[in-house]
């Protein structure tokens, strides 16, 4: 592959992110679009980003705020969001998904941001960067829009890996809790695990072992965990954190976004179905704008994947360029406060807790 500059090299101080410009339902201009809306609104980021050459060097001379602050790396192939992830494992090489996740490995750039296939992302991204040490499965974390004071809560796994047994779920909480941490400045962040109920007899048993576990984990690791949670508390103001399997939680993920397009269609027929209705519109315009706004995923865009030796953050496919320009926005604030770093210390620290326990529970069965 070969490296242009499309203007002059990214000032030194800058956080970097990697940007894989193909791959996203709306292709490459509305990608170019987002992070030049980014480079508006912060100066402190620069982007290196992955496509054809000449298609991108068109689109990022057309945007002023970009000037200086983006370099192209040459990719012509595209990872299609049908490709089957072992395929693109073995031949995928020459793609823009691969080339941005390597400019992360090579430390090129802190973050990873990509709206491509998210099987082959993952698949990629555990390849190239590899899983820290310990971390049993990466997760994909959300966030989820809540009564919180942050206005979100953090849901993992939404669909990295449809298993988790107890250590894996275990794992996540720790996460989740870092990432709670630096990405949304929650220091003691509250951990729930969503269950059937919350009563700690309901549910399967590697459910109950994880119950356990957590809670024992939790004055070790800096959090406070208040149990099972039901699905009614993923919003809610009692958690910062849900912890799931990828399979529970994708398919939570998708219902929610499912149901939130069906009441803004229904919210729209509604107010366009008589003459007094539409009147009625005009005088809760205000209100529904701030509600959208509000509600709107595409500012809340970014899967975040956890668990591997660099920062990656999955865009939805059909994000346009405010989506892209959150998904930036995301990856800024997770390279600033170092959140890979922080994670993989937490990971060690914690694996050092465990062992230990485990030693001091084996001397005192051998004591007696």
């Not at 970009?66 to 073995?90: E, F, Y």
Request: proline share 4%; glycine share 10%; with cysteine.
């Amino acid at each position: 592959m070969t490296d242009t500059t499309a203007h002059a090299n990214a000032t030194p101080k800058r956080t970097v992110i990697s940007v894989d410009a193909m791959g996203g339902d709306r292709g490459p201009a509305a990608v170019v679009a987002g992070i030049a809306r980014s480079a508006a609104k912060n100066p402190e980021i620069s982007f290196i980003l992955h496509g054809p050459e000449a298609e991108l060097t068109r689109l990022v001379d057309k945007r002023k705020t970009l000037a200086g602050r983006c370099r192209i790396r040459d990719a012509h192939d595209v990872v299609t969001m049908d490709a089957k992830p072992s395929h693109v494992m073995r031949h995928g090489k020459g793609s823009s998904m691969w080339s941005a996740i390597e400019s992360v490995r090579a430390g090129e750039a802190e973050v990873c941001v990509s709206c491509g296939n998210t099987g082959a992302l993952m698949a990629l991204s555990m390849m190239r960067l590899r899983k820290i040490p310990g971390v049993g499965r990466p997760a994909i974390a959300c966030l989820w829009p809540s009564r919180n004071e942050t206005g979100f809560n953090i849901m993992l796994d939404v669909g990295a890996d449809i298993r988790a047994d107890a250590e894996d779920l275990l794992q996540y909480a720790q996460m989740g809790a870092s990432y709670a941490r630096n990405g949304m400045g929650i220091a003691h962040p509250r951990i729930g695990l969503l269950n059937v109920g919350t009563e700690e007899h309901k549910g399967r048993a590697e459910l109950k072992i994880a119950h356990e576990l957590i809670e024992a984990a939790a004055p070790a690791n800096d959090f406070t965990f208040v149990g099972f949670v039901e699905g009614g508390d993923i919003p809610s103001r009692r958690v910062d954190v849900i912890v799931t399997d990828g399979f529970t939680g994708n398919v939570a993920l998708k219902t929610a976004e499912g149901t939130a397009k069906l009441i803004s269609e229904l919210l729209r027929a509604a107010f366009k179905y008589t003459p007094l209705s539409r009147i009625a519109a005009i005088l809760a315009y205000t209100s529904m704008r701030r509600l959208s706004k509000r509600i709107d995923p595409r500012r809340v865009n970014g899967g975040v994947f956890l668990g591997l030796n660099g920062t990656v953050v999955k865009s939805h496919g059909s994000a346009d360029s405010t989506g892209i320009s959150a998904a930036v926005k995301l990856a800024f604030q997770l390279a600033k406060s170092g959140f890979t770093e922080r994670l993989a210390a937490r990971v060690a620290s914690a694996g050092s807790q465990r062992q230990d326990a485990c030693q001091g529970k084996a001397k005192n069965e051998s004591g007696t």
